[in-house]
């Protein structure tokens, strides 16, 4: 499997000044900067991260403590906040790894189809702090197919969509989704990379457990290499 993901890395590296943007919005400007979601974060620590709003509130308090209005960052973050949910936070082990990217901005931006692609999948993941309105890209460059998944979207982007309904590179698939309807989640979007689907429609795990970090990696290669995001390089 590793050598799966370094062979669809290398063509994503091959292909890189290819890609379009995938939001309406520039993430290699001054007003962008890396988030700390991590359990090093102390404001996040004090924060009732189960109280969206106040979760909210706080990704704001980071963004203007560093003057910015984009936030970025998280793959492969050992992350604490999913602890907030159920969902993730069982008893054997917690899911804390993060394997996509996630860019906190504000709901109703733009989301586009970085390359040409048709639709995989589509679901709303509607449990209290999943990914809300989701929906799953199938590419395929030199000979390879691999994937896009979106989350946290706004719910209306799933009207009218339709499984192998095509996506040419700069269109528009969704916005960015507003709290509760995105998941429950302070606006942002989730976007991640993978090799294969493994049989799944509509969802693929975005957090993993910290032991299966070697198999994640192996089928969830860096987003940046489609966002190239300078503040990630």
């Known amino acids: 499997m590793l050598n799966t993901e370094k062979k669809l890395s290398d063509i994503l590296r091959r292909h890189t000044v290819a890609f379009g943007p995938v939001l309406d919005a520039d993430l290699n400007g001054e007003h962008v900067c890396r988030l700390d979601f991590t359990a090093a974060n102390q404001l996040l620590q004090q924060t009732d991260l189960r109280d969206t709003g106040a979760f909210d509130k706080a990704v704001n308090q980071m963004l203007q403590k560093r003057n910015a209005t984009i936030g970025v960052g998280g793959y492969m973050e050992n992350r604490f906040i999913y602890r907030r949910s159920q969902h993730f936070d069982v008893a054997e082990e917690s899911r804390d790894l993060h394997l996509g990217i996630d860019v906190w901005l504000p709901a109703g931006t733009a989301v586009f189809a970085p390359l040409d692609g048709k639709v995989h999948s589509f679901a709303d993941n509607a449990n209290f702090g999943d990914y809300g309105p989701t929906i799953i890209l199938e590419h395929e460059l030199e000979g390879v197919t691999f994937y896009t998944l979106y989350g946290h979207l706004n719910i209306d982007c799933l009207t009218g969509l339709a499984v192998g309904k095509e996506f040419r590179k700069g ?19 989730h976007f991640q990379v993978m090799c294969s689907m493994d049989g799944k429609q509509g969802d693929y795990p ?11 990696e192996g089928l969830c290669p860096d987003p940046n290499l489609i966002l190239n995001c300078r503040h990630l390089a």
């Open 171 to 189: 269109d528009k698939i969704a916005e960015v989704g507003p709290y509760p309807e995105n998941g429950d989640w302070p606006p942002h979007l």
């Open 206 to 216: 975005g957090v993993a457990r910290l032991s299966e970090r070697a198999v994640y």
